[in-house]
């Protein structure tokens, strides 16, 4: 069986990660309340603002946004989305 948790993104018991997405005290966190679906979304959600907003990840200041932008999205909170993008319907 899957291990579950209370994911802070959808505020229900979800399917969890099978390891922390990355090492430390933040990724143990992720890891124990964030949930496999939220992180995929994240991840998707991270790819079309790097893409979109032309990020360059060897700069601090985008590094310090793209975090900024998870804890938000993790928790359920807006998020920045690219400029123009409309979701499908």
């Known amino acids: ?9 959808y505020g229900r018991e979800l399917e969890g990660l099978p390891t922390p997405p990355f090492p430390g005290a933040k990724g143990e966190s992720i890891f124990a309340n ?4 939220a992180w995929e979304e994240w991840t ?3 790819t079309m603002l790097i893409n979109e907003k032309h990020l360059n990840l060897m700069d601090a200041d ?4 793209l ?8 928790a359920g909170e807006d998020a920045d989305a690219a400029e123009g993008y409309v979701p499908p319907s």
Request: aromatic fraction near 8%.
């Open 1 to 9: 069986m899957a291990r579950t948790v209370l994911c802070s993104r």
């Open 34 to 37: 964030v949930s496999k679906q």
């Open 44 to 46: 998707q959600h991270q």
């Open 62 to 65: 985008a590094r310090r946004y």
């Open 67 to 74: 975090e900024e932008q998870r804890d938000r999205f993790l």
